[in-house]
């Protein structure tokens, strides 16, 4: 029997937004292909009911292996694609290496960036898909000691925004969601990452650490008073993908709603200095 469900590839599903979104999705009819880096946690989504392709946006082979088990499964159809994968390592900019950087822009922005480059001739020849981006409030607000995410986000934005015009002429449509604070494990995920690449302890700005980032990185801190669980970019996926008319941008939590605007309406100098203090 064919299945008629339209059917949905999510990456980076282990856990947080992924994870969340896989399970609301499919409770909407959805047939959710939940990919995810690790085989561990395939497997484990797997005993969950889902389809999930291994996904690791730092292997093109893999890449290509997912999304070729995602249109075997379909018959060569895929309605739309979530691009949510990404990680994290914070510090400053000063103290990233360069092959820091290179990494997560490989998993960030190139990843994203050739999956989707696959995925984009399946959806024109049915003629139709989405292409939903999980962007970050950081895309678009710069921030102290999150320059490689930043950046990787920043990037994400002006690649969809010029694809979203390139397609304008095709019934293809791509979306940017844009979190605020969300809960999940980006920071502890963020942990081996920051080890690996980040000598703080020979940094000029050492004692900027030490008061600062290594509390929030290591002890987490309090709530941010913002912050929402991912049914809330659950909730907007929903209308990026479902949508007749999705718009461009949606925003996600208060800061990033309010971040949008003082964008537009604060000069620059007005808002470098509110940030600074941040």
């Known amino acids: 029997m064919t299945d008629t469900r339209r059917s949905l590839l999510i990456t980076g599903c282990s856990s947080g937004i992924g994870y969340h979104c896989a399970h609301a999705l499919r409770a909407r009819g959805w047939r959710v292909f939940a990919s995810c880096r690790q085989q561990a946690d395939c497997d484990r989504l797997a005993a969950e009911g889902f389809e999930t392709p291994r996904i690791d946006y730092a292997d093109e082979a893999s890449i290509a292996s997912g999304l070729d088990a995602v249109l075997s499964a379909t018959g060569g159809r895929l309605d739309a694609l979530f691009n949510n994968g990404a990680h994290a390592c914070p510090g400053a900019v000063e103290d990233l290496p360069t092959a820091a950087l290179r990494d997560i822009l490989q998993v960030n922005v190139l990843g994203w960036h050739e999956l989707t480059r696959r995925v984009i001739p399946v959806m024109r020849a049915q003629g139709h898909g989405r292409i939903v981006q999980n962007s970050s409030v950081l895309g678009f607000t710069p921030y102290r000691w999150r320059g490689a995410y930043g950046t990787s986000k920043f990037a994400i934005e002006g690649l ?119």
């Open 160 to 278: 969809s925004r010029i694809l979203q015009l390139e397609l304008a002429d095709t019934p293809l449509k791509v979306v940017l969601i844009q979190p605020g604070p969300i809960a999940s494990k980006i920071r502890v995920n963020s942990i081996p990452h920051f080890e690996r690449w980040v000598d703080w302890k020979n940094s000029p700005r050492r004692a900027q650490y030490e008061d600062s980032l290594l509390q929030r990185l290591y002890q987490g801190g309090p709530k941010d008073r913002w912050e929402l669980g991912p049914e809330a970019v659950a909730r907007v996926l929903v209308k990026a993908l479902e949508q007749p008319d999705p718009r461009p941008r949606y925003t996600v939590t208060v800061p990033s709603a309010l971040m949008a605007w003082a964008i537009r309406l604060l000069p620059d100098r007005a808002l470098a200095a509110i940030l600074a203090r941040q």
